[in-house]
């Protein structure tokens, strides 16, 4: 390995930052982070910032890599399947994985946040806070920084630079300026706002705590995540414009009236709804590709800010933190050659970040509408029976996605397989007893090759 430079400078201090900075001070590197925002462990989070985060296997993986896996156990609450709502309030389960240890877990992207933070500073990295970086010198790889408090400005001399600034991101900026650049970016015509179902009188959770809620209505969803204070965080998809749209909706009125017809078991819980509803903020949902994500082996772009995709598939920072990980196979099998390290980091990760964000558009039309349908559940049945016969030929696109850290891009392709497989088994059947299985016994062993599965 060739000597460890003497620092590298994270841009960001969200999720990826902090995660980073542990795996590169466990492996001797200094590191410096530069946060724009305050730290939130002294001011309180803004509103409707504090979205919760579904976290799986690929995640978790990075966390047990960080040492931080058992420190969040007290943070999490599994969720084993999806709850959907009907607007009668009829309520239909269907488990996400073939047995209890598959389940995603929800947790406040806050409290992630400060343990992320804690850690990296016990592991001796230094967070600077309220320090916008405003620009990256690309020549001599300095980067510029406006204080948010003072407004003084300073540039330093930065080593090794990593963006983990988010989908906005600084450096990404500065990288327009290179020849060749390529940035795509993709908003959908959908919104999200964060809302609270707050616990009940004696402090406890008023909806089934382990399940991911979801209220389908076709072309807007509400979904709900269960927080460990007894509240659940849920947040309301809408078309940013239209009939029933974030457009439409402009007084308290319309929102009652709205929320009381769409869902109405939800709102029977949420007594302060408008009020949430105007006191937070409404975000967009963005698909950002680029490339190349490096300039040299002097900066780079890491999660979001190389590839930001939407939440639907709830794998953003799970495969944010598949990146950290990644990043540090390769650093430790080829040390610090850092033009060697970003270019393989790219080739492995880009055509991976760029599966998981098409898959993750895709599921956005599953959640919103499918789910709710006779035929997809009984589908995902189907599913689940094939994986129990076949379990290292047939393994579902959620299992591959959420459950294993089978290459994004494999899953995809073999997503597709799979999703012929069953068209071609149940588009004229609907009860698993009528399922032909002969002919499952043909498909699955002609069309699908068994699965290499990491542990
Ligand atoms: C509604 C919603 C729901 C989601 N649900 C899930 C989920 O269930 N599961 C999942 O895996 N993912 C989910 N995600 C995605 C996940 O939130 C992101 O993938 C993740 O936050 C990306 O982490 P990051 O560290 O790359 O960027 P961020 O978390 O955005 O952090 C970037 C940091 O950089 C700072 N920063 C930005 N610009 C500058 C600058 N110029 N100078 C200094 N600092 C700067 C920001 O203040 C921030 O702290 C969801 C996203 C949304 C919007």
Redesign the pocket.
Known sequence: MRSAPEKITL???????P?LAILLRQRGFGVEL????PDMRRVRVGAGRS??????TR?IHALHQAGLWQRMLGVIIPMRGRMMHSIAGDLTFQPYGKNETEV?N?IS?AEL?IALMCAAEEQGAAIHFN????GYDLKTGSIR?RNQETGEKTTRDAGVVIG????????RSEMLKLNRFNLSQQYLDYG?K?LTIPADFHGRHQLEIHALHIWPRGNYMLIA?PNIDGTFAC?LFLPFEGADSFASLNSQADILKFFESQFPDAASLMPHLPDNYFANPT?S?VTIKCSPWHVEGRALL????AH????F?????????EDCTSLMELLDRQGADWPRVFTEFERERKVNSDAIADMAVENFVEMRDRVGDAHFLFRKKVELALEAKYPRRFVPKYAMVTFHRVPYSVAMVRGAVQDRVLAELCDSVDRIEDLDWKKADYLVHRDLAPLEIAQ
């Open positions: 841009i960001g201090a969200g999720l990826n930052g995660l530069f946060e724009r925002r979205i919760n985060l579904a976290l799986s995640g995603i929800s992207r946040n320090q916008r970086c405003t920084l983990c600034d988010g989908s906005a991101s600084a450096i999200y964060e995540l947040i975000g949902m890491l999660g979001d800010s930001a995709i939407v939440p598939f709830g794998q953003g920072i799970n495969c944010g933190f």
